[in-house]
């Protein structure tokens, strides 16, 4: 494998392991730091809005400057926006209001930062000389061993050093993930600059443009349908994780399994991922599609039966497999489908969704938790999911997944809604 899909994928790794880590590390410093639980909950909530706000309003921004640069960029606000904490700390203190403010900054870095990366992707398959199933397979292997390792690390960090220490290492992480970015060719990032390209990124202002996007995603059929299995994945794995199985295995008086449906979940991305980057391209699409779908479905089904401990951690296996295969997919198919031009604005709002959509989902569980049971609420979002896969099985605009010969075709049909 040549040097720049290496920089990409590393760059890619310690990104995300950086972001894994922070999202465990954070709230027990904010904890450590202020002595309140309501104050931990009160950064993640002050940091939500302007993270699903900077996914979209920066992707107008990613599709108007070099891709490479912007990945660079947001590598570097994620990085300052963490290293500025123990910085005011050594200065004046830190205190509630500190952790917001620099977590909101830390936000125009981290949901932008996964655009510009992704809307990279296209450009790294045609310069790097691999195929993008395996690019694709590798990269969401890459993104199971940082959900396994970032956990643990940040457990490990906390153990071993104070609060400024983890937070230094934690700002370390993305500012190597910007380095290593640089690696990769300027001419790499460069936005299309064909007819296409130049009429949309040139023309109109920001939002218009950012409406422009808008208008590719909503009037695609292909779009609607696979951004909405997506969301839904999200919208069901967010709460099982946080809210539905703590429950659970609190009440069946074995807290500490529950880091281990984690790590059945990662090992299980990393077989499908690892599965994927290796015979992705051998078969049809839909085949794979199917084995995803159905495969997660399977899982979620498994998890909600809440049977055993060992059940629920068979079913998490089955859910991360399945989603190693889909995911990966997914992302073949959106470097082919997706306009060249429009990829910052279109994937930015996709990743803006994705960040709301676990809330929504956690909140419907909650109620359904306190005044029903934990049982339902298991079996309710497996049904969900049930739901969402039966119109993706279903729907016209997922049957035929097959690249055209030309790679300008899908491009044209997604941007006219066919």
Do not use: C, K
């Not at 004046?92 to 981290?110: N, Q, T």
């Not at 996964?114 to 990269?139: F, K, N």
């Not at 061993?145 to 970032?150: R, S, T």
């Amino acid at each position: 494998m040549r040097l720049t899909p290496v920089a990409y994928l590393a760059s890619y790794l310690l990104s995300l392991l950086g972001n894994s880590i922070a999202g465990v590390a954070l709230p027990l410093i904010v904890l450590q730091t202020t002595g309140s639980a309501l104050g931990t909950g009160a950064v993640a909530a002050a940091t939500a809005l302007p993270a699903v706000l900077a996914g979209l309003v920066m992707g107008v921004v990613i599709d108007r400057i070099n891709r490479r640069t912007s990945s660079v960029v947001t590598d570097l606000v994620s990085a300052a926006s963490v290293a500025a904490l123990p910085v005011v700390d050594m200065v004046s203190g830190l205190d509630l209001g500190w952790f917001i403010l620099f977590g909101i900054i830390g936000s125009f870095g981290d949901v932008p930062g996964m655009t510009a990366r992704e809307a990279l992707l296209p450009a790294i398959v045609r310069h790097g000389g691999v195929s993008a199933e395996r690019l694709m397979g590798v990269r969401e292997g890459l993104g199971a061993i940082a959900l396994l390792l970032g956990p643990a690390a940040a457990g490990t960090l906390m153990v071993l050093f104070d609060g400024s220490a983890v937070l230094w290492i934690t700002a370390a992480t993305s500012l190597l993930a910007a380095l290593l970015t640089l690696l990769v060719p300027h001419r790499v990032g460069d936005v299309s600059t064909g007819a296409a390209g130049t009429g949309a990124v040139a023309g109109g202002n920001g939002w218009s443009q950012l409406r422009d996007g808008w208008r590719v995603l909503f009037s695609s059929p292909f779009l609607v349908a696979t951004t909405a299995l997506t969301v839904v994945s999200a919208m069901v794995l967010g709460p099982l994780q946080a809210l539905v199985l703590p429950v659970w295995f609190t009440r069946v008086e074995q807290p500490g399994m529950l880091g281990f449906v984690l790590t059945a979940l990662a090992a299980g991305l990393l077989a499908g991922a690892a599965s994927y980057a290796v015979a992705g391209t051998r078969g049809r699409r839909r085949t794979w599609f199917l084995a995803g779908l159905v495969g997660t479905g399977l899982g979620f089904g498994i998890i909600a039966t809440l049977s055993s401990v060992w059940v629920v951690l068979a079913g998490a296996f089955v859910v991360g497999l399945s989603s190693g295969l889909f995911g990966s997919l997914m992302g073949v198919l959106m470097i082919e489908r997706i306009p060249e031009h429009m990829r910052g604005r279109v994937m930015g709002t996709q990743n803006s969704i994705m960040i709301a959509a676990p809330t929504v989902g956690l909140m419907a569980a909650a109620v359904v938790t306190e005044y029903i049971g934990v049982g339902t609420a298991a079996v309710a979002l497996a049904g969900v999911w049930l739901v969402a896969m039966a119109v993706g099985l279903f729907a016209r605009s997922l049957r035929n997944l097959e690249p055209s010969a030309d790679p300008t075709t899908q491009e044209a049909m997604v941007t006219t809604g066919a």
